[in-house]
């Protein structure tokens, strides 16, 4: 288990976490989100070890994580961290940076988990190329692999599918969580991409102002997301009096009711349209099967 107990951490005189208190139980993933700049990359740094907390403790089990003033060496064997910015060794292939760390005394064990974490990275075609010559989501996915080389306890993921293009991302996503699932490897993931999150994560902790506003599981912040800042991590909504915070896809047209609204424009989105209404001299958003003409008068009612 990582607990993290009441952590505040500052790089200068500015806070950026206040009293940062959870725990993350073995084998779960939680996800960290918040805006760029609320201290996802910081929080995911001091667990990591590698500055002293202020305030606070963090242990895995009954290790305590020490930073720089207590180790000379940054960075403990069960625990991996990915960063934003991935450096890897560029000058060798793929399969030599994820192999890097792995025994050479094993050449037919190495070279069997080399390929097992290609192909959890799907980089199959990769595997002898230089890594200068991969594009930034290919490095991406070797610092993926390469953190998973030596079955850590923990991973710590940072923004890890963000260089990723679309074509790949959703079954790279379903492979590397599954496969974290599978090995019962703890995962602590920062994101701002919903999609990181629902369907993979246990539970996601929101940060704002450098505190925690809210824990729970991905189904129940989606239900009830008590925030507008909560509710725009997952989608188009609206602030509707008395009702507070409703979805787009909670606003149906029907053919009579007392909520009243004036087309402005329709986005396409794929499998719907996203309707822009005005309704009591504010724009509104609702999610629509069709596209609606330019002041066609609506009714709407909320549907949950
Ligand atoms: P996020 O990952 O959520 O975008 P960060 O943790 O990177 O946020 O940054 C949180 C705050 O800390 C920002 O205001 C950022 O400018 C500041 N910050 C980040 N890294 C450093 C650093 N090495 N030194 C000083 N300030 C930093
Ligand atoms: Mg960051």
Redesign the pocket.
Known sequence: MLLVKNISFS??K?P?LKDLDFRIEKGKNLAVI??????????LRVIYGEYDLNNGQVFWKNTEILGPKYNLVIGYDFMKYVTQEFDLMPFITVEENIGKHLSRFFPEEKQKRTDELIKVVELEAFAKTKVKNLSGGQKQRVALARALAKQPEILLL?EPFSHIDNFKKQSLRRSVFKYLKDNKITCLV?THDKNDVLGFSDEMIV?HENKIIAKDTPQNLYKNPKLPLIASFFGEFNVIEPFGIVYAHQLKIVDNSNLKAVVKQSYFNGNSWLIEADFNSKSIFIKHHSQLTKEKSINLVIDN
């Open positions: 790089y200068s500015t950026i918040g805006e760029s700049g609320s201290g996802k990359s910081t929080l940072d920062a940060i």
